[in-house]
């Protein structure tokens, strides 16, 4: 059984930091393409960042480039988010989703196979 947990979500002020972390079980972990969506309420899901298998290569949407950092660590299953300088526009569920294929769509959440249940980020102004 596949599953993916998040963790490591919570409130913060304007201004601060979070890392967010994605525990992978009952799949070859280094074998996915892992990345970070997120989605606000009233909103679609909204791709934030993408890891490929190795660690090697690296996307992230612009709003987040300069502050945010995904990487992973394959012998631990995981794949990290850290996030820098949050302001309230990143207020939202986080999720972590996992692609096999490794597809160049890497920005559309149907590419991928599994999700996990999300964590909450809330940026206090």
């Known amino acids: 059984q596949v599953q993916l947990v998040e963790s490591g979500g919570g409130l913060v002020q304007a201004g601060g930091s979070l890392r967010l972390s994605c525990a992978a079980s009952g799949l070859t972990f280094s074998s996915y393409t892992v990345a970070w969506f997120r989605q606000a309420p009233g909103k679609e899901r909204e791709f934030v960042a993408a890891?490929?298998?190795?660690?090697?290569?690296?996307y992230y949407t612009d709003s987040v480039k300069g502050r945010f950092t995904i990487s992973r660590d394959n012998a631990k299953n995981t794949v990290y988010l850290e996030m820098n300088s949050l302001n309230p526009e990143d207020t939202a569920v986080y999720y972590c989703?996992?692609?096999?294929?490794?597809?160049?769509?890497?920005?559309?959440?149907?590419?991928?196979?599994?999700w996990g249940q999300g964590t909450q980020v809330t940026v206090s102004s």
């Open positions: 890891i490929r298998r190795s660690g090697s290569i690296t």
């Open positions: 989703g996992a692609d096999l294929q490794s597809s160049m769509l890497y920005y559309i959440p149907s590419r991928y196979d599994y």
